[in-house]
């Protein structure tokens, strides 16, 4: 299992947007990705459990790979987060 925390910069947070582009960049691995913010947590390969999360600018959010292509899996979540969130 890999993971990494993440301070959400973006000013409105995880929005439709911005939530709609990370389901999409989570579905092609086949790991199992998870969103944990707080107390919830979401996998990424759902749009409305992520969203449901409202997560907002600076809160911290953890997230989890675990399965055959973890590794890739977290690298490529960590570049989506740095670049868009």
Known sequence: MKSFNY???????????????????????????TLKAGEKSADLRRLMAVMSLG???GAEVTVTAEGDDEA???????????ANL
């Open 72 to 82: 890739a899996a977290i690298e490529a979540m960590e570049s989506f987060f740095k």
């Open 7 to 33: 301070v959400i910069t973006d000013e409105i947070g995880i929005h439709a947007r911005p939530a709609g582009l990370l389901v999409k960049e989570a579905k092609p691995f086949t790991s199992r990705l």
């Open 55 to 57: 997560v907002k600018q």
